[in-house]
């Protein structure tokens, strides 16, 4: 019934803000892909399909304040995405459809609340403590050194969140030994 796209805006971010090095080892973006962003606007205007793009903001943080707009008007959101970061969005009600192309044909896996835990053992929302352990390459945020993936997700999955993890070890109930603790 519904369709918007969302853009990235130009300039910084208020992530930009609160770390300074956010997104600092990414390549800029390509000349040819940038001459292909006023196309896109041309075609969407042309079809009438709305899209939003907000200074101080990424496409993401509309994507996820809209997902939950919608889901707040008892809609079903469906996010087509190819960042993994909007799978922390899965509800009941919204879904990732997340396209990926294998052997030149292009597949969509959809991830929805049950997909997540199925496949991380964990909520969508606690994604988010997943991130704040092993940090984000991609987005040049540090985590804590040594902890990968595979670790963070086994302590988000014992502790819950990383105030329960700290809270735990400071009280000496957490069994964390070495340089992980």
Avoid: W
Avoid at 44 to 62: N, T, V
Avoid at 89 to 114: C, S, W
Avoid at 134 to 139: L, P
């Amino acid at each position: 019934e519904y369709l918007v796209v969302a853009f990235d805006a130009k300039g910084k971010t208020f992530r930009s803000e609160l770390l300074e090095e956010y997104k600092g080892t990414r390549k800029p973006t390509p000349d040819e892909l940038i001459c292909q962003f006023s196309m896109v606007r041309e075609f969407l205007d042309a079809h009438h399909i709305p899209y939003i793009e907000k200074e101080g903001y990424e496409g993401d943080d509309i994507i996820g304040t809209l997902s939950r707009y919608g889901e707040q008007k008892g809609l079903e959101v469906v996010i087509l995405s190819g960042d993994r970061d909007t799978f922390q969005l899965a509800t009941d009600n919204v879904r990732i459809n997340i396209p990926r192309t294998k052997a030149g044909k292009t597949e969509t896996e959809i991830f929805n609340r049950e997909k997540v835990k199925e496949v991380y053992g964990i909520e969508p929302k606690q994604l988010i403590e997943v991130k704040g352990l092993q940090g984000d390459t991609s987005d040049n945020i540090p985590g804590v050194p040594g902890i990968g993936e595979k670790t963070a997700l086994s302590l988000v999955q014992k502790y819950g969140t990383i105030d329960n993890l700290y809270k735990k070890l400071e009280s000496g109930e957490a069994d964390i030994k070495g340089k992980q603790k």
